[in-house]
């Protein structure tokens, strides 16, 4: 099968959907990924936080750890990202183009703006893409609540997801590894419901089966 992974920036999707991208490709599924924009980022005052040299390399390191080849990024700016038809095409040409059997991307309903309007975007470009699944990458409250209904095995693949998201060495030091362990936390936990030692957890826009 053919998995393509949306994020809007480097770290997403290894937070929201690693341990499950790490399966596909131990199952021999080939596995893309995009990212909406370039992830450098300053503070209100103007203060370099993330250069974007720094997330493109941290971006290539953590997907080399999940066995992802093919990676791409869209180059929008951070935090600015827009709904428009513009980002829609480009995500379009990227789904035209590699033919995925399934999308991971985040939920519409998430608080960071630049997440939604990628997700939202996502919506069209992917209209007929068989299966489409939502990921949490953060624990922001949103309108509506996280309502998870398909959970996937990763007990096998949680620890590939943890050491892919602290490759981000930038992000960890200026405190995303209390996020790290936040998520790695509740995988544990929605495992536990099942008996496994750890599952991710996913709305779903469609799933052909």
Not at 20 to 30: F, N
Not at 130 to 138: A, E, K
């Amino acid at each position: 099968m053919k998995i393509l992974a949306i994020g809007a920036h480097f770290d997403d999707v290894e937070l929201g959907c690693g341990g499950t991208l790490a399966r596909h490709r131990r199952r021999g599924d080939e596995v893309a990924l995009v990212v909406a924009t370039h992830s450098g980022f300053r503070d209100p005052g103007g203060r370099p936080i993330r250069s974007s040299e720094t997330a493109h390399v941290e971006g290539r390191a953590a997907a080399d750890i999940l066995g992802i080849e093919r990676v791409e990024c869209l180059e929008r700016a951070t935090n600015d990202l827009r709904l428009d038809e513009d980002l829609v095409v480009s995500l379009r040409r990227v789904v035209e183009d590699f033919g995925p059997d399934v999308v991971y991307v985040h939920r519409p309903d998430d608080a960071h703006l630049d997440h939604n309007n990628l997700a939202r975007a996502a919506l069209s470009a992917c209209r007929h893409v068989p299966r489409v699944l939502f990921y949490r990458s953060n624990l922001f409250d949103s309108h509506r609540p996280w309502a998870p209904c398909h959970y996937i095995d990763v007990s096998e693949t949680l620890v590939v997801k943890e050491k892919a998201c602290r490759a981000h060495e930038s992000e960890m030091a200026r405190g995303l590894d209390r996020l790290v362990e936040a998520m790695i936390l509740q995988n544990r936990a929605d495992g536990a419901r099942f008996g496994r030692l750890a599952v991710e957890a996913f709305e779903l826009l469609r799933y052909l089966d």
